[in-house]
């Protein structure tokens, strides 16, 4: 092959081929520099456990694994909240070679960019689960990978397999690097952090093509990292290599085919293990949605010919039970049974209902677990494998009530979605009570991608942790952020958690996990927590309840055509557009759903409220928030971030689009395309293409994962 510009016959493409040649030429050099100076770097970790705790430098171990010698704090990354799957098999313990192994791990972190500095003894910084401890005294890259990411790293076991990404993450976020460079490393922009930009616009580049401006530019960055190095065994390499990279931006360098191919297995590599690192994530949900659809096919089958019978068993049962209850505890038939046994006193009686080992403290104890444990947010659609705790990036949403109009000839509403309440509903007494008195049925409608499924998660998490075990469960020791004054509720949206303390049970259902297999809400409750192997009490929807389901507008009803038993029945009447729910007044039914779904809905002036959530109430807030996220993942200094959160908001502004924030969804995409580099066209017509392109480039991807 006598050119490679017979293989890329487009201008961008060749630019792009170019940089991504630069970068190849860099990584090569910077290997040899990097493997000699992580072998110089343990010896000089060794020499410094020497020098404070006397252990010969020729002393080696190989029986710790790196948890044993990690202690179980949530700063570390590796180590979740309530439990930590990364301590499951090996727990902390001392080293047996004189604590050798924990040395080594505190010089580790010492030596670490982004240690915990307000912190002395946090070990956040090095990315743990990348590193075998058992290997650190004989291969000493087990400590280089200390520095990567842990995006792709965990099993690069030597120098030689390590891209460029991570060769320069190496030598940016180990310190010990700063003797090896002329130009101070320590300042936000230096010639590691644009280097490591290079490699980010070079693997996202749309379409593989760049400018001639653009390829230049990155030439340029990579030969001023190479001439920043300063150590006189490097000057030989790094000037050859640097004369590589002229010639190559002057279009004079001899490119051979085995330059292309290596060059385009590089980037194939890179690609195909990134999107196996995807389908691994998604692996085990899809399992879970398996063997749940399994089990209700399987339940469906088997207590189909028992259901009638076992329905009026319950009933009489439930109608006995209450009697009972109330006849032992004084009530007369008019009491409101929601008003009984709702919150029990800290020093209740092994008698009482929420007694440590009851049904009701188990089912409580398990949800509480259970949605703390699952509530997070993936941070953009567009790369679904980053996500974080809600509270990282959630904004609260604006929502308003929506007037009700006359009934028209079909017997719905009328609904004027141009005509709202004056002012937002900004706290959970607005949302779940009028004039004082508990609602019945809250509809919250909202158009795909403004927030619904988002703040119904909230409002999961809110009320967990007001029922916690770290919260305090009288009313007496109220925080001021929970205040009910108008100045600070405006500032802080649905701040009052202590409205939630009185639902003694929260209940939230996924209604698309049930679409066409069940048409009754507290049954689709009561198997949730029978297939945990938990015991199921009737007596819970005694107590006061939210039931929040999600996603109505994608729930239809089991199809009945379906070959069935004999006995089969169903209570849901004429009307099966929606799911059977249980109506008492103890319980507050919340349904979410798009606004199409609940237009011929009947709404009742007195049990039902309508609300609209129209996107967040702040996209500044929720921007800034996306884009800490992503730059923390790249392990950009806070600075660094700020600009470029005001870099965005500028860009949007100039090109007339900052009415497209408001709506969560696609802010968070456009924070998404700026970030990797693809916010450049000035149409939405363009810009929404991109996001389809990308979309569809992960799909494509996962697809070719079953070619290899």
Known sequence: MSDYRDVFRKPETQNWFKAAMGMNITRDCLLHIVKEAIHEFYHTIRKEINRKHGILENAVCSQCHTPNVLPCDTDNKCCKYRKCAFHAIYKPQNCPSNNLCNDICTEIVENHRFRNRSKPKSFQGPTWVNTDACKWCVHSWQIAKCYLSKDGYKDVNQAEDTDFNGIVNVIYNCEFFQRYFAEDLTITENVCTKARDVGRDVRHAPSNAMTQQESDRAIDTLVALLQSLKHADHQAASKSAVDKLTQLKNNTLAITDEDVTKILEAFKESLTEEIKRILLDEKDKLVVTMENTGKSITAEIIKAGEEQIAIIKRTNEENSCIKSKRASKGLDSDQDPGRTGNDIAPGASIESPFARDSPLFKIKAWLIEQYQSNCVAPVSMLDPDIDVPLERIYVPPSINELKRGQEDRCGGIETDNTSRGEADVSCYKELLHRDGNQINTIYIQGD?????????????????????????????????????????????????????????????????????????????????????????????????????????????????????????????????????????????????????????????????????????????????NVINVLAEKDGILQKAQQSKCNDFLKKLKNKNMINLMTIPAICVQLVHQFYVGRLMEDSLCAIYMNMLDMHIAKGLHKLQIERF
């Not at 929260?506 to 689709?524: E, K, T």
């Not at 015991?535 to 009803?557: F, G, M, R």
């Open 448 to 624: 795909p991608g403004c927030g619904k499924t988002t703040f119904s998660t909230k409002l999961v998490l809110d009320w967990c942790n007001v029922h916690s075990e770290n919260i305090i469960s009288t009313k007496t020791n109220i925080p001021t952020m929970t205040t009910s004054s108008k100045e600070t509720s405006k500032e802080t949206h649905f701040s009052d958690l202590d409205a939630l303390r009185d639902y003694t049970f929260l209940f939230f259902v996924s209604l698309r996990d049930y679409s066409g297999s069940m048409c009754n809400v507290s049954q689709m409750v009561e198997d949730a927590i029978k297939s945990n192997k938990l015991p199921w009490d009737d007596s819970v929807w005694e107590h006061k309840c939210i039931v929040l389901t999600d996603a109505a507008d994608e729930w239809y009803h089991p199809d009945l055509s379906f070959p069935r038993p004999c006995d089969y029945a169903c209570r849901c009447g004429k009307d099966r557009s929606m799911p059977l729910y249980l109506q008492r007044k103890n319980i507050t039914n919340i349904i979410t759903a798009r606004p199409w779904k609940l237009a011929n809905r009947r709404v009742s002036d007195s049990l039902t409220r309508m609300f609209q959530i129209s996107g967040v109430a702040n996209y500044q807030t929720l921007a800034e």
